[in-house]
């Protein structure tokens, strides 16, 4: 919420309309639609009558043409044991009225790392191609936004740790290349990682007494 406290807006002289206008400027990431702001005013007298004919004006924060193909990913858990599987969900959104089709999506993976299956809550069951730990996957469709709500496709799977990986912190690459109609492509949640690490282990004696 941002707030401006003790704003002067003069009285009108000689029949003129006097405003002070607000100019702001806004960065918007990590988010599958469009947001509407709302505007209130008060004063000592109390709150400030909106203009005759308009109720609750919002401002759309995102272009209404032409909207970006979210790629969101997400990894469950962030920690694993070597020899121990974790979930990729990787979610594509399409704010546009129109559906938009992927003509490919590729995941590669860390050394030491192997796709195991897609998990029945996929919303794509075919199973990747693999090359080199990467996964591609081809000709994916996302369905078109319905009312304010983005359409969206999601890719769940299930990746194993090899008991050979090193103990460390790793990182995924995700990659659309090419979508019809031509759209561009945000990328959030690149940077998420999983720890590769053994849980510590307490020993506590057991004494029975007889």
Do not use: H
């Amino acid at each position: 919420m941002l707030t401006w406290e003790n704003l002067t807006v003069e009285r009108p002289r000689s029949g003129q309309q006097i405003q002070l206008d607000l100019g702001i400027r806004l960065q918007v990431g990590g988010v599958l639609g469009r947001l509407p702001t709302n505007v209130e005013v008060n004063t000592p007298d109390g709150l400030v009558p909106l203009k005759e004919g308009e109720v609750d004006p919002n401002v759309s924060v995102c272009d209404d043409t032409v909207q970006n193909l979210t790629v969101l990913k997400e990894i469950n858990p962030r920690r694993a044991q070597p020899g121990e599987e974790f979930v990729y969900l990787i979610t594509l959104g399409n704010d546009n009225a129109g559906a938009v089709n992927v003509t490919s999506l590729r995941e590669q993976l860390p050394a030491n790392f192997t796709f195991v299956e897609m998990m029945p809550e996929s919303g794509i069951s075919q199973a990747p191609t693999i090359s080199d730990g990467r996964l591609e996957w081809r000709r994916i469709p996302v369905p078109r936004k319905e009312g304010d709500v983005p359409g969206r496709t999601e890719l769940r799977f299930r990746v194993r740790v090899e008991r050979s990986a090193q103990l460390a912190t790793y990182s995924s690459n995700t990659t659309v290349t090419g979508t019809t109609p031509t759209v561009p492509v945000e990328y959030i949640g690149q940077d998420v990682q999983i720890r590769v690490a053994y849980e510590n282990e307490i020993y506590l004696p057991l004494i029975v007494r007889r």
